[in-house]
């Protein structure tokens, strides 16, 4: 072959493959970009319809058939965070009992102490859980406990960056204080020890729904997401079972489920994913459909998520000088 066919032949390639570039853009643009995917769900548990827990939620029912991140457009700040004990703020909850204040908790290194945070970021206070233990606390939850007639906060020390825990972690049930009245320690209602099944995982987010605990991992691809064994009265010991693995392509570290459990809401350094919870199917049914993405805040290091009564969402940093951001629920 001389070499001016061999010219002409590698032109004709060139321009092939150009052509399927330029047809493989055109139809990536004329589709949905939505990339996060579900990649399996490893099983799926019957559950009954989900429940309000001890505070009805003001969101409309008509909002269970609507697309999560639709009603949630813009980030707004609430306020600066004025605890100056609040410096690795990892976990967040909204009360269930005074309208507007958020609990939250440092990361590792602080004793196991709660703050109460008022609307606009606020220091309402602090208090010491007795018989507690914070070796890596990591999430915080609100949701009925062992009396379903009272909220109950659940504090997450289910942090293992290392890997040193053998697969068992711990969650501290508390009955909700009430911010208006805090003293210096709350009593302890119960521990409850967590096996995971396949060995020691890194845990970042928790939440409560239809009486189990569930827990994402904090890895850099795939998440895992464990559901624990129903907690019946008096259980110090569940088991957990893997439900969902996830390639969201990013970290997890928070989560929560809305108060009328129809919204999932998982967040990480730089996004907020969100699933839809029809009426009556499991939190592993809702996870294997693909989520979408809400507003997510710039943070330097956003660890806490935690949904509001309303439907709205607050997150915060951890670090000093951190602002309480509002992604507000809209019509």
């Keep these: 072959m001389n070499r001016r066919s061999a010219l002409i032949i590698l032109v004709i390639a060139l321009g092939a493959v150009v052509t399927g570039l330029v047809l493989s853009v055109q139809r990536n643009q004329g589709s949905d970009t939505a990339a996060p995917t579900t990649t399996a769900v490893v099983a799926t548990t019957e559950s009954p319809t989900p429940t309000t827990g001890v505070t009805e939620s003001s969101i409309p029912p008509s909002a269970a058939l609507a697309p999560a991140c639709d009603p949630y457009r813009t980030v707004a700040v609430a306020g600066t ?35 109460a945070i008022g609307p606009g970021g606020e220091d309402l206070g602090s208090l010491v859980v007795d018989g507690s233990f914070a070796f890596d606390w990591e999430d915080l939850a609100v949701g009925p406990g062992p009396d379903t007639t009272e909220p109950y906060l659940y504090v997450g020390d289910i942090g293992d960056n290392f890997g040193i825990r053998q697969g068992q972690i711990t969650v501290y049930l508390i009955r909700e204080p009430d911010p208006a009245t805090l003293g210096e320690s709350v009593a302890l209602d119960r521990e ?18 239809d009486g189990m605990i569930f827990l994402a991992t904090k890895d850099k691809q795939t998440t895992s997401v464990y ?19 996830l390639d969201l392509g990013a970290e997890v570290t928070a989560a929560d489920v809305s108060w009328d459990g129809t919204v999932i809401a998982f967040r990480g350094y730089e996004a907020v994913w969100m699933w839809n919870r029809a009426p009556g199917s499991s939190v592993a049914d809702a996870l294997a459909t693909e989520p979408c993405t809400a507003p997510s805040p710039e943070e330097r290091q956003g660890e806490a998520l ?21 992604i507000r629920r809209e019509p």
Excluded: C, K, M
């Design 227 to 245: 559901q624990s064994s129903p907690l019946v009265d008096g259980s110090t010991t569940a088991s957990l079972e893997l439900i969902a693995t």
């Design 81 to 115: 965070l004025e605890s100056a004990a609040l410096v690795e703020t990892s976990g967040i909850a909204a009360s269930r009992t005074a309208p507007g204040v958020v609990w939250a908790h440092n990361d590792s290194g602080d004793d196991p102490n709660l703050y």
């Design 192 to 209: 409850v020890v967590l096996a995971s099944p396949d060995g020691a995982h890194d845990f970042e987010a928790l939440f409560v729904a």
């Design 306 to 326: 935690a949904f509001l009564a309303d439907g709205s969402f607050v997150t915060v940093s951890e670090g000093t000088d951190v602002v309480l951001h509002l």
